[in-house]
């Protein structure tokens, strides 16, 4: 009951009964998206309105969704609402209106972002709405990055859901990670199972295949779980963004289990009588103590205790990993001190 009466206020609205607001005319949010990847409307003030499906943690974002849609796979039912001036954005689950200005935010060679901004009146009309249903995601364009692109961009903005999805690139310092939706996590098509990761293909005729079948998570919404290749992804429900040149789901729910950290790595080495080893070894950086006022070493001089500490990693990789082969190039040495330093710990 309570379902449809909102259901029914919205409709009203639509129909111009509710309050109108200053703004050209009331518009839905697949008026504002149209069906190409910029807005028909950019750069008007338009009265909209739509039920919140997500709030960004910077609470400087927020992101608005048709609560019927318009049935048509070509234009989104969703949109981004940013403004620096937002200090007190509506909740999840608030039906919303609100008069704004269409912007296509684009920066250097990234695709254009819409965006409703400079807002100017924002009303609440109901509290806890149901949301929009996801649009479920088990199989992406898997080659052509136009495919990809056009795949995204009708679900800008919108709710979206994945089951059963495969981390294919670790949680990065931005907070960001990388899955497979199931019907893409196949071998032959990038995926290697054995190490869980995504690596780049050719397609012959000089073209590459830049896996656009990778679903990028990101943080903006809630904080990620570190998570590694080969991790799994139970349920994954997010709103579809774009930033920093990416498409992105900001995750909202989020069931993922990482694996146990891996052991250490130690090398298995086949060997006889007589076998001579030949090992490069790149140390990094391995800088002594002193700053030397001939040199630019300021920001590479450790101090005694960070230098004790690589030391003693370095010389632990020698002895259990490398297996003390019998000759060792290194590089990234400051000079003949600081590597008779670490032969030392070796021998």
Same mark, same amino acid.
Request: aromatic share 6%.
């Given at each position: 009951?309570?379902?449809?009466?909102?259901?029914?206020?919205?409709?009203?609205?639509?129909?111009?009964?509710?309050? +109108?607001?200053?703004?050209?005319?009331?518009?839905?949010?697949?008026?504002?998206?149209?069906?190409?990847?910029?807005?028909?409307?950019?750069?008007?003030?338009?009265?909209? /309105?739509?039920?919140?499906?997500?709030?960004?943690? %910077?609470?400087?974002?927020?992101?608005?969704?048709?609560?019927?849609?318009?049935?048509?796979?070509?234009?989104?039912?969703?949109?981004?609402?940013?403004?620096?001036?937002?200090?007190?954005?509506?909740?999840?689950? /608030?039906?919303?209106?609100?008069?704004?200005?269409?912007? @296509?935010?684009?920066?250097?060679?990234?695709?254009?972002?819409?965006?409703?901004?400079?807002?100017?009146?924002?009303?609440?009309?109901?509290?806890?709405?149901?949301?929009?249903?996801?649009?479920?995601?088990?199989?992406?364009? %898997?080659?052509? $990055?136009?495919?990809?692109?056009?795949?995204?961009?009708? !679900?800008?903005?919108? *709710?979206? *859901?994945?089951?059963?999805?495969?981390?294919?690139?670790?949680?990065?310092?931005?907070?960001?990670?990388?899955?497979?939706?199931?019907?893409? /996590?196949?071998?032959?098509?990038?995926?290697?199972?054995?190490?869980?990761?995504?690596?780049?293909?050719?397609?012959?005729?000089?073209?590459? %295949?830049?896996?656009?079948?990778?679903?990028?998570?990101?943080? /903006?919404?809630?904080?990620?779980?570190?998570?590694?290749?080969?991790?799994?992804?139970?349920?994954?429900?997010?709103?579809?963004?774009?930033?920093?040149?990416?498409?992105?789901?900001?995750?909202?729910?989020?069931?993922?289990?990482?694996?146990?950290?891996?052991?250490?790595?130690?090398?298995?080495?086949?060997? *006889?009588?007589?076998?001579?080893?030949?090992?490069?070894?790149?140390?990094?950086?391995?800088?002594?103590? @002193?700053? %030397?006022?001939?040199?630019?070493?300021?920001?590479?001089?450790?101090?005694?205790?960070? $230098?004790?500490?690589?030391?003693?990693?370095?010389?632990?990789?020698?002895? $259990?990993?490398?297996?003390?082969? @019998?000759?060792?190039? !290194? +590089?990234?040495?400051?000079?003949?001190?600081?590597?008779?330093? !670490?032969?030392?710990?070796?021998?």
């Amino acid at each position: 009951m309570v379902r449809t009466a909102l259901k029914l206020l919205f409709l009203l609205w639509l129909a111009g009964v509710v309050g +109108q607001a200053q703004s050209d005319e009331p518009v839905t949010i697949m008026a504002i998206q149209g069906a190409g990847p910029t807005s028909p409307l950019d750069g008007r003030t338009v009265e909209t /309105a739509g039920v919140v499906t997500a709030v960004g943690a %910077d609470g400087r974002q927020f992101w608005i969704q048709d609560p019927a849609g318009d049935g048509d796979p070509a234009t989104s039912d969703g949109v981004r609402v940013g403004d620096r001036n937002l200090n007190d954005p509506p909740p999840v689950g /608030a039906l919303v209106r609100l008069v704004a200005r269409v912007r @296509e935010e684009r920066f250097g060679q990234a695709l254009p972002r819409t965006t409703l901004g400079d807002v100017r009146q924002l009303d609440v009309l109901a509290q806890n709405h149901p949301l929009p249903e996801p649009v479920w995601i088990d199989d992406l364009p %898997d080659a052509s $990055l136009r495919e990809g692109i056009e795949f995204w961009e009708r !679900l800008e903005g919108m *709710r979206v *859901r994945l089951e059963g999805a495969t981390v294919v690139a670790p949680t990065s310092r931005f907070g960001e990670f990388a899955v497979l939706a199931p019907r893409d /996590a196949r071998p032959g098509s990038g995926y290697v199972p054995r190490t869980g990761v995504l690596l780049l293909g050719d397609l012959g005729g000089g073209r590459v %295949d830049y896996n656009p079948e990778r679903v990028l998570v990101d943080d /903006a919404v809630a904080p990620t779980p570190d998570l590694r290749p080969g991790d799994a992804v139970a349920a994954l429900t997010g709103v579809v963004g774009y930033t920093f040149g990416a498409w992105k789901v900001q995750h909202t729910e989020l069931d993922a289990a990482a694996a146990p950290p891996p052991g250490a790595p130690v090398s298995a080495r086949w060997e *006889r009588p007589g076998t001579l080893r030949v090992t490069t070894f790149n140390l990094e950086n391995l800088f002594d103590t @002193e700053n %030397d006022p001939r040199k630019d070493d300021e920001d590479s001089t450790p101090t005694p205790q960070q $230098l004790e500490v690589k030391l003693a990693k370095l010389a632990a990789a020698l002895e $259990l990993e490398l297996a003390l082969p @019998e000759i060792v190039v !290194l +590089q990234e040495a400051e000079n003949q001190a600081v590597l008779a330093a !670490l032969a030392a710990r070796v021998n």
